[in-house]
T-cell receptor, first 115, second 112 residues
Framework: DARVTQTPRHKVTEMGQEVTMRCQPILGHNTVFWYRQTMMQGLELLAYFRNRAPLDDSGMPKDRFSAEMPDATLATLKIQPSEPRDSAVYFC?????????????FGDGTRLSIL | GQQVMQIPQYQHVQEGEDFTTYCNSSTTLSNIQWYKQRPGGHPVFLIQLVKSGEVKKQKRLTFQFGEAKKNSSLHITATQTTDVGTYFCAGWLGAGSYQLTFGKGTKLSVIP
């Protein structure tokens, strides 16, 4: 079965360090989403790309977060500098959107702890 | 902006009891999707509803989309311990939008 692959699965680091999370979407999917999940806020959409072009990153704190898709097989989400409040599970999801919205396929997530 | 409200936030049921979660959108939706997230896992797509008043079944799960396409429900008959997890609804506005707006989910606990 095709699946979305996220690395690393777990990350523990100290405040102020740079964090890079990577996502390999399902081959053929043209839309990639980054979500953050916390107990308080639930699933928050941070940014998404269609055909590698960023469409919306209004959910991201721009001063420290950045999202890129250097090629069709890799999406990255970076936090610099990281802060304790960034501790959360970060999910990448991919899907295929053409004339209608299709299901999103989620990766296993990156569980991030900032000390 | 668009909001999707989901209730209840938590539900504890005895195994064998029924369970229902409700989803309400502030705006008319083009379609609605439902996802299940097991503890420690990731959201997994269950189903998509598109038509006004649509009802779909998957074994013990029944999904409904309201006539006005602003609300939806998921009903589980005779819950089992394998139903444990958080159920999310996610609404799509339609053409020109590629994102889903997720509700905060209903966390289901099943007491054996």
């Amino acid at each position: 079965d095709a699946r979305v692959t996220q690395t690393p699965r777990h990350k523990v680091t100290e405040m102020g360090q740079e964090v890079t999370m990577r996502c390999q979407p399902i081959l053929g999917h043209n839309t990639v989403f980054w979500y953050r999940q916390t107990m308080m806020q639930g699933l928050e959409l941070l940014a998404y790309f269609r055909n590698r072009a960023p469409l919306d990153d209004s959910g991201m704190p721009k001063d420290r977060f950045s999202a890129e898709m250097p090629d069709a097989t890799l999406a990255t989400l970076k936090i610099q500098p990281s802060e304790p409040r960034d501790s959360a599970v970060y999910f990448c999801a991919s899907g295929y959107t053409a004339t209608g919205n299709q299901p999103q396929h989620f990766g296993d997530g990156t569980r991030l702890s900032i000390l | 902006g668009q909001q999707v409200m989901q209730i209840p936030q938590y539900q504890h049921v005895q195994e064998g009891e029924d369970f229902t979660t409700y989803c309400n959108s502030s705006t008319t939706l083009s379609n609605i999707q439902w996802y299940k997230q097991r503890p420690g896992g990731h959201p997994v797509f269950l189903i998509q509803l598109v038509k006004s008043g649509e009802v779909k079944k998957q074994k013990r799960l029944t999904f409904q989309f309201g006539e006005a396409k602003k609300n939806s429900s998921l009903h589980i008959t005779a819950t089992q311990t394998t139903d444990v997890g958080t159920y999310f609804c996610a609404g799509w506005l339609g053409a020109g939008s590629y994102q889903l707006t997720f509700g905060k989910g209903t966390k289901l606990s099943v007491i054996p």
